[in-house]
C-alpha cells in the first residue's frame, strides 16, 4: 500500500480525477462525424455532453454521502466499474438516444472518480496544504485533455469512434486495480457519518447554509460553466467553421490546455507565497480578461483561428489559477464532511455546465460568436460572485497572511 502522503497517492488521485476531462474531451474530436452516422443534429450530439454533465451532477449528491459513511474506496471501485459497463454501452450504441443513455450512466459511475479523490485530499491534508496539492495535481492531471483530443482523433481515424469510448472502459478498468491494490482508505474511522436520510438532509443543509461555502462553490461553477462553453461548442467552431482536421483538432486543443496547465502550475507554486484569495482574485481578473478579447473578436468578425485559440488560452491560465482555490476554500469549513461538502460542489459545478452546454447548442449560429459570448458572461459573472460573497466570507485562513518560508 502507498503511504497516504507520498507524491505517489497524490500522482493515483489525479489520475482518477483525469477520467473526467478524459470522458468529456476525448471524443470531442468526433462529435460532428457522430452527429453525421448517428443521423443526429448538432444539437442533439451536444445533448450528449449535457446529458454526461447531468448525471455527473446527480450521482455526485449520492456518492459523497455514500462514501462518508463506507469510506471513499469501495464507492470509487463501485462507481468505476459501472463507468467502464456504460462506457462499453457507449461503444455498442446504434443511434443517438442510445448514446444518450449510456452517456448519463456512464456519468452515474464516472463521478465517483473526481468526486472522492477530491474529497480524499481534504481527508489527507489541511485547507491551505489541500489547495497547493489541488493545484499540484491540476498541473499533473492537465495531460489528460491537452492528449485526450489527439488521442481521440488518432483512435477516430484508426478504428472510428466506437474505439474512443472502448479505450475510456480500459482506462477505469486500469484505475480500479490500482485503486483496489494500492490505494489505502483515506477516510479516518472517527470521522465516517451514519447513512440514514436525517443526518445526510442535515449535512447538506449545513454546507447550504455555509456563506463561505457559497461564495466559493457559486463563483468555481459560473468559471467551470465558462470552461463547459467552449468544450461544448469548439468541435463545431474549429472544425465545421474554421476548417480545423479532426486529426488537428487535439493540437489547436493542446494550446489550450497549455494554459490550464500553466495556471494550475502557478497556483502550485506560488501557494507558499500568496493567501489562496490572493490567487483567486488575479485568476479571475484573467479569466475575464481572456474571454472578454475572444468575444469582442467574434463581434467584431474576425474569424480565424487564433482569435479563438489565443484568448482561450488566457482564459485558461485563469481558470487553472482559480480552481484549486474555489475547491479548496469550499471544502475547507467540512474536515469532517467533506464528501458531502465535495457532492454539492459538483452538483453546482456539473448543473451549470450542462445548462450552459444547452445554451451553447441551442443558440448556436454557425460562428464562433455564441460561445465566445456565453464563456465572457460565465467569466464576468464569477468575478461578481466572488466580490459579492466570497471576499466578504473567506475561508478559514484564506485571509491569512501567506508564508514566505
Known amino acids: ?124 491534508h489541511s485547507p491551505r496544504e489541500a489547495a497547493r496539492i489541488m493545484g499540484l495535481m491540476a498541473a499533473i492531471m492537465g495531460l489528460a485533455p491537452a492528449l485526450a483530443p489527439t488521442l481521440g482523433g488518432l483512435l477516430l481515424a484508426a478504428s472510428g469512434w466506437p474505439a474512443i469510448f472502448l479505450a475510456l472502459a480500459g482506462y477505469a478498468l486500469l484505475m480500479v486495480t490500482l485503486i483496489a491494490l494500492r490505494l489505502p482508505e483515506p477516510l479516518p474511522l472517527h470521522y465516517r457519518q451514519p447513512l440514514r436520510p436525517r443526518p445526510l438532509l442535515r449535512n447538506y443543509g449545513t454546507v447550504l447554509r455555509d456563506r463561505s461555502f ?7 461553477a459560473l468559471v467551470f460553466s465558462g470552461l463547459f462553453a467552449f468544450l461544448s461548442g469548439s468541435s463545431f467552431v474549429l472544425i465545421d467553421f474554421l476548417g480545423v482536421s479532426p486529426s488537428a483538432f487535439g493540437a489547436y486543443f493542446s494550446v489550450i490546455v497549455f494554459g490550464f496547465v500553466s495556471g494550475s502550475f502557478l497556483s502550485a507554486r506560488l501557494a507558499r507565497r500568496f493567501s489562496p484569495d490572493q490567487l483567486l482574485r488575479a485568476g479571475l481578473g484573467i479569466a475575464v480578461l481572456g474571454s472578454g478579447l475572444m468575444a469582442a473578436l467574434a463581434w467584431a468578425e474576425v ?73 465572457a458572461v460565465c467569466a464576468l459573472a464569477a468575478g461578481l460572485s466572488y466580490l459579492l460573497r466570497a471576499a466578504r466570507q473567506p475561508a478559514p485562513g484564506f485571509d491569512a497572511a501567506p508564508s514566505h518560508g
Open 1 to 124: 500500500m502507498l503511504s497516504l502522503t507520498s507524491l505517489s497517492t497524490t500522482l493515483l488521485l489525479a489520475a482518477t480525477v483525469a477520467l473526467g476531462p478524459l470522458a468529456t474531451d476525448m471524443y470531442l474530436p468526433a462529435m460532428p462525424q457522430m452527429g453525421e452516422l448517428l443521423g443526429a443534429s448538432t444539437g442533439q450530439v451536444q445533448m450528449t455532453l449535457s446529458l454526461y454533465m447531468a448525471g455527473f451532477a446527480l450521482a455526485q449528491l449520492i456518492c459523497g454521502p455514500l462514501a462518508d459513511s463506507l469510506g471513499r474506496k469501495p464507492v470509487m471501485i463501485g462507481g468505476l466499474l459501472l463507468f467502464t459497463v456504460a462506457s462499453v454501452g457507449c461503444a455498442l450504441a446504434t443511434d443517438i438516444e442510445g448514446l444518450m443513455l449510456c452517456r448519463f450512466l456512464q456519468a452515474l459511475g464516472g463521478s465517483a472518480g473526481p468526486v472522492l479523490g477530491r474529497a480524499a485530499v481534504r481527508d489527507i
Open 214 to 220: 457559497q461564495g466559493y462553490a457559486v463563483t468555481n
Open 303 to 375: 474569424f480565424t483561428r487564433m482569435a479563438v485559440i489565443l484568448p482561450q488560452m488566457l482564459f485558461m491560465i485563469g481558470v487553472g489559477l482559480t480552481l484549486p482555490q474555489t475547491l479548496a476554500g469550499a471544502l475547507a469549513p467540512f474536515p469532517h464532511m467533506a464528501g458531502s461538502a465535495s457532492a454539492i460542489y459538483g452538483c453546482l459545478q456539473m448543473s451549470a455546465a450542462a445548462l450552459t452546454g444547452l445554451l451553447v447548442g441551442h443558440f448556436h449560429n454557425g460562428t464562433s460568436q455564441t460561445m465566445a459570448t456565453v464563456i
